[in-house]
C-alpha cells in the first residue's frame, strides 16, 4: 500500500520560501511511469497543480507557477520537496502531495494516491 505524507510549516510569512516534503513509503520515486505532484487547493476554491517530478528527475511546473516554483526529490529517503519563493497570503491553502501513473503524454491512468494535505498560512 502507498502512501504519502506532508510535512513542513503550517505557517511561514509573506515574502519567505514555503518548503514542504513529501514522504513516500510502500514504492519507490524512482519506479519507471511514475509522477509525483504537487497540488493545491486555496479556502473556498478549487484544485491547482503545482508541478511535479518524474520517476528519472526531470520536472514540469505549471506556467502560472514556474518563476517560483522548484520541485527536488532525495531518492536516498524516498522524499520529494515543493519550494515557493516570494509567498503571498493568496498563496494560503491546502498543499497535497500526489502520484500519478504516466506513459506519455497521451496515455494517462492519472493520480491514484493522495496524501492527506496539509494548511500552510502565508500571514505575518
Known amino acids: 500500500q502507498v502512501q504519502l505524507q506532508e510535512s513542513g510549516p503550517g505557517l511561514v510569512k509573506p515574502s519567505q520560501t514555503l518548503s514542504l516534503t513529501c514522504t513516500v513509503s510502500g514504492g519507490s520515486i524512482t519506479t519507471n511511469y511514475y509522477y509525483w505532484n504537487w497540488i493545491r487547493q486555496p479556502p473556498g476554491k478549487g484544485l491547482e497543480w503545482i508541478g511535479y517530478?518524474?520517476?528519472?528527475?526531470?520536472?514540469y511546473y505549471s506556467p502560472s507557477l514556474k518563476s517560483r516554483t522548484s520541485i527536488s526529490g532525495d531518492t536516498s529517503k524516498n522524499q520529494f520537496t515543493l519550494e515557493l519563493t516570494s509567498v503571498t497570503p493568496e498563496d494560503t491553502a491546502v498543499y497535497y502531495c500526489t502520484r500519478e501513473k504516466k506513459f506519455s503524454d497521451y496515455d494517462d491512468v492519472g493520480m491514484d494516491y493522495w496524501g492527506k494535505g496539509t494548511l500552510v498560512t502565508v500571514s505575518s
Open positions: 517530478i518524474s520517476y528519472s528527475g526531470s520536472t
